[in-house]
């Protein structure tokens, strides 16, 4: 048969390359991903190996340091993020424990948000100070702040936008001017919007970290994460680190993972249309005015950053209610909603973060980042908006009617 010229993979949507992207078919022709269940890979022979060890023929050695099935998910989040290049790692706290062991050294300065998930506030605070890196936090919008804070020690800016669980944003290509000016690194965690909605390498950011773990999965199944940017970049920083202290994706998470990329873009198109639904119902009801937080929503504080960098407003929508008691009641009153602490799941979940995720955190460190006890995260699914909405107004009526 006549051999076929290779496709433009540039000019495809982003929903047939999440499906096409990453396969590499083994000599079975396998149709969907083959799982690469190994822990080494075996050599012709004894100077096969040492070759290969030298970087003098390509090959894999050892899962610690590549896989095949992990590398078709390096390779497909990669693609839909517009970097050169994907790490994957164990879980997406690893992902950011690898950008910070491998970029910053004892007596550099990190610049970072008050709002950023809960545990990369407590590796700020704990394992960076003890390394000899001194931390600056930031409130995520104020650029002035951002510019202030910069010293001649500045090697990173680390920010989370939106953040989890506030939804507060910072203008990404402002943030990513003020870092390349000062010659600093700008890392961006893309958790919530994932690249379907946003992608921050194209806006200046260096590289971007995933937890996996939430959209990408998406099922609510498996723990991963990445680092995604420049191949030269990721390649002489992040994948030593990787190779040598070890916090690799396991290849099984990875294929659980690559199915669930398949259908990231159909997911993040159907999470945003009822979170867009439930926002504006939640925000229409007369006991809940000024208490929903959605970037999309018209009144939104920072809607026009919202719609310079996002291509949709995400899945996730906050409820800011009295106090920990309300918050408490209501959660406990819902019906189809269940209580946990992940997010980005085909279900609707809920969380109360002061008391979950970020209930680790000195209270001040949650004051600063703007997390209130009254504030209940909701992670909207993927079920019919209109039930989610019912069981959300049943819980509101329940809750706030008891004052
Ligand atoms: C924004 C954000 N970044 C990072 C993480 C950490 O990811 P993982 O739980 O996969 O380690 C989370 C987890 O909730 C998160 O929400």
């Known amino acids: 048969m006549k051999k076929k010229s290779p496709l433009d993979w540039q000019s495809l949507g982003a929903s047939t390359r999440a499906l096409h992207s990453g396969i590499h078919r083994s000599e ?3 149709n969907s991903l083959a799982l690469f269940l ?7 022979s004894a100077e096969q190996a040492r070759a290969v060890f030298a970087d003098e023929e390509e090959g894999n050695i050892y899962s610690r340091f590549t ?3 992990v590398a078709a998910f390096e390779e497909k989040i990669a693609d839909l993020e517009g970097g050169e290049k994907a ?8 992902a950011i424990a690898t950008v910070f062991l491998s970029l ?10 008050r709002s950023v998930f809960g545990s990369t506030t407590n590796m700020a605070n704990t394992l960076l100070a003890r ?3 001194s931390v600056t936090r930031v409130p995520l919008s104020d650029l002035e702040a951002w510019k202030k804070a910069i010293r001649k020690e500045t090697r990173l800016f680390f920010a989370e936008t939106p953040a989890n669980p506030t939804l507060e944003l910072v203008d990404i290509q402002a943030l990513a001017q003020l870092a390349a000016e000062h010659g600093i690194l700008l890392v961006l965690d893309n958790v919530f919007c994932t690249p379907c909605l946003q992608l921050p390498l194209a806006l200046g950011a260096h590289m ?5 773990t939430k959209y990408l999965d998406g099922h609510g199944r498996v723990l991963g994460g990445a680092v995604v940017g420049q191949r030269e970049l990721l390649m002489k920083h992040i994948f030593p680190f990787l190779r040598n202290a070890g916090p690799t994706l396991s290849p099984f998470n990875a294929w659980v993972l690559c199915k669930g990329l398949e259908t990231l873009p159909l997911r993040m198109e159907k999470h945003c249309d009822n979170a867009e639904k439930v926002a504006q119902g939640l925000a229409s009801h007369p006991k809940l005015q000024g208490r929903v937080r959605y970037p999309g929503l018209p009144n939104y504080s920072q809607r026009a950053i919202a719609d310079k960098q996002m291509r949709r407003y995400g899945g996730i929508v906050c409820l800011e209610l009295e106090n920990r008691q309300q918050a408490h009641r209501f959660i406990d009153s819902l019906r189809l909603a269940t209580i946990t602490a992940n997010l980005g799941d085909t279900r609707t979940l809920v969380t109360h973060p002061a008391t979950t995720t970020h209930g680790k955190l000195p209270p001040q460190d949650r004051i600063d980042a703007g997390i ?5 995260r909701l992670s909207i699914g993927l079920e019919n908006f209109e039930d989610i909405l019912a069981d959300l107004l049943e819980a509101v009526e329940l809750a706030l009617n008891l004052e």
């Open 131 to 133: 390394m000899g890196v």
């Open 67 to 69: 896989n095949p099935t």
């Open 28 to 30: 079975q022709r396998e």
């Open 87 to 94: 790490v994957a790692t164990a879980s997406g706290m690893a």
């Open 372 to 376: 209130t006890e009254g504030l209940v």
């Open 104 to 113: 910053l050294s004892s007596g550099d300065h990190l610049v970072i948000s």
């Open 38 to 44: 190994t822990s080494s890979y075996i050599f012709e």
């Open 208 to 212: 971007t970290v995933h937890s996996a």
